[in-house]
T-cell receptor
Framework: AQTVTQSQPEMSVQEAETVTLSCTYDTSESDYYLFWYKQPPSRQMILVIRQEAYKQQNATENRFSVNFQKAAKSFSLKISDSQLGDAAMYFCAYRSARNSGGSNYKLTFGKGTLLTVNP | DTGVSQDPRHKITKRGQNVTFRCDPISEHNRLYWYRQTLGQGPEFLTYFQNEAQLEKSRLLSDRFSAERPKGSFSTLEIQRTEQGDSAMYLC?????????????FGPGTRLTVT
C-alpha cells in the first residue's frame, strides 16, 4: 500500500517570501501521479499542481512549482512571492497510474501542512 | 461547469439517528468518490463509483454505511445508527474520462457532528 508523509505540521512565511513544503511517499509502482491540494479554512479543496511520474521536468503553475525527486520519493512544493490568500492547509496526494481496478483510482493523502502567511 | 456540490453543508444529529448526504458531481464526470476527513488528518478514501456501479469500498466503510449512485448522476451516502466516531467532514469528488482523467475535483464537503 502506498503511504504519503508530510513531516511539517505547520509552516509560516512572510508575505512576498518563498516557502517550501515537504512531502515524501512510499510506493512500489513506477508510474503514478502526485498532487498538491490546497484547503483554505472552511472552504473546499482545490487542486494546486500535478506531476506525472514519467515526466522528468518539474511541474510549474504560476507561483507554484514542485521539486520531484523520483529516486528519493520526494515531492516538495515551492510557493514563491507568498500572498495572504495562500494561507491554507496543503495536502500532498498520490494516485496510481494504473487504470484498472477501483482501488487504483483513489487518492492517498498525507496529513497536511498548515501554512500561515504573515503580513 | 458548476463544480461539485454537496448537500447539506452541515449536519448535527444525535447518536443512533440515520443521516443521508448528497453529492452532485461535475456533469460530464462519470467517476465519483467519497472521502472522510477527520480533524487534523488528510482525507481517507471510502468508496468509488464508475457511472452507477460501485466498484470499490474501503475497509473504513462499515455495514452502517451505504452509498448509491442511481442512474450514474448524483450520489448519496447514508450512515445508519450514527456513532460519535462518525463525526467528520465527508467529501465528494469527481473525475472524467477524457483529458486529465486522473484529476479529482472536490466539493465543499458535509460536516457531520454526532452528539
Amino acid at each position: 500500500a502506498q503511504t504519503v508523509t508530510q513531516s511539517q505540521p505547520e509552516m509560516s512565511v512572510q508575505e512576498a517570501e518563498t516557502v517550501t513544503l515537504s512531502c515524501t511517499y512510499d510506493t512500489s509502482e513506477s508510474d503514478y501521479y502526485l498532487f498538491w491540494y490546497k484547503q483554505p479554512p472552511s472552504r473546499q479543496m482545490i487542486l494546486v499542481i500535478r506531476q506525472e511520474a514519467y515526466k522528468q521536468q518539474n511541474a510549474t503553475e504560476n507561483r507554484f512549482s514542485v521539486n520531484f525527486q523520483k529516486a528519493a520519493k520526494s515531492f516538495s512544493l515551492k510557493i514563491s512571492d507568498s500572498q495572504l490568500g495562500d494561507a491554507a492547509m496543503y495536502f500532498c496526494a498520490y494516485r496510481s497510474a494504473r487504470n484498472s481496478g477501483g482501488s487504483n483510482y483513489k487518492l492517498t493523502f498525507g496529513k497536511g501542512t498548515l501554512l500561515t502567511v504573515n503580513p | 461547469d458548476t463544480g461539485v456540490s454537496q448537500d447539506p453543508r452541515h449536519k448535527i444529529t444525535k447518536r443512533g439517528q440515520n443521516v443521508t448526504f448528497r453529492c452532485d458531481p461535475i456533469s460530464e464526470h462519470n467517476r465519483l468518490y467519497w472521502y472522510r476527513q477527520t480533524l487534523g488528518q488528510g482525507p481517507e478514501f471510502l468508496t468509488y463509483f464508475q457511472n452507477e456501479a460501485q466498484l470499490e469500498k474501503s475497509r473504513l466503510l462499515s455495514d452502517r454505511f451505504s452509498a448509491e449512485r442511481p442512474k450514474g448522476s448524483f450520489s448519496t451516502l447514508e450512515i445508519q445508527r450514527t456513532e460519535q466516531g462518525d463525526s467528520a467532514m465527508y467529501l465528494c469528488a469527481s473525475s472524467g474520462t477524457t483529458g486529465r482523467i486522473y484529476e479529482q475535483y472536490f466539493g465543499p464537503g458535509t460536516r457531520l457532528t454526532v452528539t
